[in-house]
């Protein structure tokens, strides 16, 4: 009874395949591009480069973490699950998702290509794209069609105004 009371909630959540997370998504690219960078380390020439990347990945690495930081606050203050593969019941639209539909994909991007260039892991961010096509088509197209179905315009309106990586939609004058 129990089981087949989680499997209902699965089928009401915007995923269903446990491997559709973004630890997943993203760390096994991560984890290839550390074994590549490994075995195949890539040679990076200029000093100065390699001194730009330090900071740059430091502050990358800290704002994804405020990020993830503040989104999962947004989803603790509303009673509403981090996991998509549970079911929501309200559509955060506050705080840092006021101008990020993604703020938790946005910051663990961060924090993983800031984490990257401070280690100066350069696979791990040659690797990076396939990870962000698999986020993009696993990870934010389903959760996005299991948003708009269970909020309908609610959710089309939010679509309208907030970017679905970062900032607001410039308000159009109708003619």
Wanted: proline fraction near 6%; charged fraction near 15%.
């Amino acid at each position: 009874m129990k089981r087949n009371a989680i499997e209902n909630e699965k089928r009401n959540a915007a995923h269903t395949s446990r491997w559709a997370t973004f630890e997943i998504i993203f760390g096994i690219p991560f984890i290839a591009g550390f074994i590549l960078d490994f075995i195949f380390p890539l040679p990076i020439s200029s000093d100065l480069l390699l001194i730009l990347l330090k900071p740059i990945g430091l502050l990358l690495l800290i704002a994804g973490l405020l990020l993830i930081i503040v989104a999962r606050r947004e989803f603790s203050k509303l009673n509403q699950p981090t996991n998509p593969g549970q079911p929501t019941s309200q559509l955060i639209t506050s705080g840092v998702f006021s101008f990020s539909r993604n703020p938790l994909y946005l910051g663990g991007i961060f924090f993983v290509a800031g984490f990257a260039m401070l280690c100066t892991l350069f696979w791990v961010l040659v690797c990076m794209p396939v990870s962000l096509v698999a986020c993009h088509y696993l990870l934010i197209v389903p959760e996005e069609r299991y948003l708009a179905k269970k909020f309908g315009s609610l959710y089309l309106d939010y679509t309208a105004t907030v970017n679905r990586w970062v900032g607001r939609v410039p308000f159009r004058k109708e003619n």
